[in-house]
C-alpha cells in the first residue's frame, strides 16, 4: 500500500459517520481537497489535513503509520489548536509551503455554497463565515518573502562557477547584515596591517567575496552594494589607523 492510500484509509476511518453541513460524508471534503494537490506528498497531507483535530488520531499514530515528518509537521500545522485564535491559525499555516498550498484549496472548498446546509438561502453566520474565509486566503496568497544570500568569490571577475548560496532569510534586514559581515570580517583580517586605505581597497576588490542579496522568486534585491559598502568601511578603519597612529 502507497502513502497516499494509507492516508486515504486512515482519513475515511477518521471521518467514519462525520457529516458535513449539507449532510455530505464528510471524507468526500478532504478527497476533493486532496484532488487540488500536484504531488503525492501534498496530497497525503491534503486528506489527512482534518484527522487531528476532528477525530482521536493524534500526531504519534501518524508516526506509527509510517508517515514522514514533514508530512505529519504540514498536518500539524492544519491543526488549530484550542486556545489558538483563527488569524494566528492562519499565521502559523502560512509558515510551511505545504501547508499553505492545502488551507488555501480546504479554504476554496469550504467556500462553496452548495456545501451550506441552506444553499439558496446562506445565513447571516454563513456570509459572515465566508467573509472570514476569503481574508485567510487572501493572507495565504501572498507567499512570505525570502531572501536568498550569494557570495561570488571574485570581487571583480564574476563566474557563475565560482558563486555559491550563503543562506536564505525571512527578511532583508537580516540577510542585509549577513553581507556586511562578510566584508567586515575580511577587512578585519587585513586591518592593522599597516596598509592604506588605498591598499585595503585594492586588496579587497582584488582578493575579497562580494555578497549580495536577490528576493526569492523574484528580480529585485534588498538595495545591499559591497562596493559602496566596503568603500565605506574602508575609509573608517583607515581614519581609525590614523587616529592611533598619530597617539603613538
Known amino acids: 500500500m502507497s502513502t497516499l492510500e494509507k492516508a486515504i484509509a486512515l482519513a475515511t476511518t477518521a471521518h467514519a459517520g462525520q ?5 455530505a460524508p464528510y471524507i468526500l ?7 487540488g494537490m500536484d504531488t503525492e506528498s501534498e496530497m497525503t497531507v491534503a486528506v489527512l489535513h482534518d484527522v487531528l483535530e476532528d477525530s482521536p488520531v493524534t500526531e ?9 515528518e514533514d508530512i505529519v509537521e504540514a498536518v500539524r500545522r492544519l491543526t488549530r489548536n484550542p486556545d489558538e485564535s483563527y488569524e ?56 512570505k518573502k525570502r531572501y536568498m544570500l550569494f557570495v ?7 563566474n557563475k562557477a565560482e558563486r555559491y ?12 547584515s549577513e553581507c556586511k559581515k562578510i566584508v567586515d570580517d575580511f577587512l578585519m583580517k ?17 582578493w575579497g567575496e562580494e555578497p549580495w542579496v536577490m528576493e526569492e522568486d523574484a528580480d529585485s534585491d534588498c538595495g545591499f552594494s559591497a562596493w559602496e559598502y566596503a568603500n565605506r568601511r574602508v575609509k573608517e578603519l583607515g581614519k581609525k589607523v590614523r587616529i592611533e597612529n598619530s597617539k603613538s
Not at 504519534?60 to 514522514?68: A, I, Q, V, Y
Not at 568569490?153 to 564574476?158: I, S, T
Request: hydrophobic fraction near 30%; charge should be neutral; aromatic fraction near 12%.
Open 19 to 23: 457529516k458535513d453541513k449539507a449532510g
Open 29 to 35: 471534503h478532504p478527497l476533493r481537497v486532496m484532488l
Open 60 to 68: 504519534d499514530d501518524l508516526r506509527k503509520e509510517g508517515f514522514s
Open 88 to 143: 494566528a491559525f492562519i499565521e502559523r499555516v502560512k509558515s510551511n509551503d505545504t501547508a499553505r498550498k492545502v488551507k488555501m484549496a480546504d479554504i476554496e472548498d469550504n467556500m462553496n455554497v452548495k456545501r451550506f446546509k441552506y444553499p439558496d438561502h446562506p445565513t447571516e453566520k454563513d456570509i459572515e463565515r465566508l467573509k472570514k474565509y476569503y481574508h485567510a486566503w487572501l493572507i495565504l496568497r501572498e507567499k
Open 152 to 158: 561570488d568569490e571574485n570581487f571583480l571577475y564574476h
Open 165 to 176: 548560496l550563503k543562506g536564505v532569510y525571512e527578511d532583508c534586514e537580516t540577510a542585509v
Open 190 to 206: 587585513i586591518y592593522g596591517t599597516g596598509k592604506t586605505e588605498q591598499e585595503l581597497w585594492e586588496y579587497y576588490t582584488r
